[in-house]
C-alpha cells in the first residue's frame, strides 16, 4: 500500500486528487484505494453544510459516487479514518464544500 494523494486546504476548492489511475488507450489502468485518513481543525463557527467529500469514478467528466467524509467544520477537532476500502477507480479527488477556517487534510492510500 502506498499513498496516492493528500493535501490541505484552508478554503473551497479541490486539494488532492490524481488521475494516475488512466491509461493512455482507454482502456485498462486503474487504482484500489484501501484507506483515507482526513482530518479537520476545529473552528469557532460551526458549519454543518461544508466538509470534505472524496469523489471517484472513471474521470472527472465520469464521477461514479461520493463519499462525504468529514461534515462542515465543528467546536472540536476530527480524525476520520475508512480502513479496509476496495473501490477500484480510475480518478479520484477530495474537494472540500465551503471554507473551512480551522483547515482540512486528506491522505488517500492504495495500489
Known amino acids: 500500500m502506498k499513498l496516492l494523494g493528500s493535501g490541505r486546504s484552508t478554503a473551497e476548492t479541490t486539494f488532492a486528487g ?4 488512466l491509461s493512455s488507450g482507454g482502456s ?4 484500489r484505494i484501501k484507506r483515507i485518513t482526513a482530518y479537520g481543525a476545529s473552528s469557532v463557527v460551526e458549519n454543518t453544510s461544508g466538509g470534505i467529500n472524496f469523489v471517484y469514478g472513471n474521470s472527472s467528466g465520469e464521477p461514479l459516487s461520493t ?6 467544520p465543528t467546536s472540536v477537532a476530527t480524525v476520520v479514518t475508512l480502513d479496509g476500502l476496495d473501490i477500484y477507480t480510475r480518478w ?13 487534510g486528506v491522505f488517500v492510500f492504495g495500489d
Open 28 to 31: 485498462g489502468g486503474g487504482l
Open 18 to 21: 490524481t488521475t494516475a489511475g
Open 67 to 72: 463519499l462525504t467524509i468529514l461534515p462542515g
Open 92 to 104: 479520484f479527488e477530495a474537494r472540500t464544500n465551503e471554507a473551512g477556517a480551522g483547515g482540512y
